[in-house]
């Protein structure tokens, strides 16, 4: 079974940084796209960010020039860099995974979630 475990959530202040880690554990096949998403209080779950295992990204708008997503495939492991770190940050930050447990046995693997707090 493949778990997601994150961490790098905390308080920070506006226009710092923060950086989300997400290992994956257990045994796969091959773990394909991993994402970041987030979940503000009273909204919906939002995908803030993704890659592939060939290392395409992409971003949602409100994040681009600011978060940096990336991963070390050999570590199993995803990371977003957050710069410049705005209030409207603030959400539980989940991590993704789309994994391959056997060819033609695909699965969604989710975290927990961490919390980021931008607030001064």
């Known amino acids: 079974q493949v778990q997601l475990v994150e961490s790098g959530g905390g308080l920070v202040q506006p226009g710092g940084s923060l950086r989300l880690s997400c290992a994956a554990s257990g045994i796969a096949f091959s773990i394909n796209a991993m994402g970041w998403y987030r979940q503000a209080p009273g909204k919906q779950r939002e995908l803030v960010a993704v890659?592939?295992?060939?290392?395409?990204?992409n971003y949602v708008d409100s994040v681009k020039g600011r978060f940096t997503i990336s991963r070390d495939n050999a570590k199993n492991t995803v990371y977003l860099q957050m710069n410049s770190l705005r209030p409207e940050d603030t959400a539980v930050y989940y991590c993704?995974?789309?994994?391959?447990?056997?060819?033609?046995?695909?699965?969604?693997?989710w975290g927990k979630g961490t919390l980021v707090t931008v607030s001064s």
């Open positions: 890659i592939t295992s060939g290392g395409s990204t």
């Open positions: 993704n995974a789309d994994i391959t447990v056997r060819p033609g046995n695909d699965l969604s693997s």
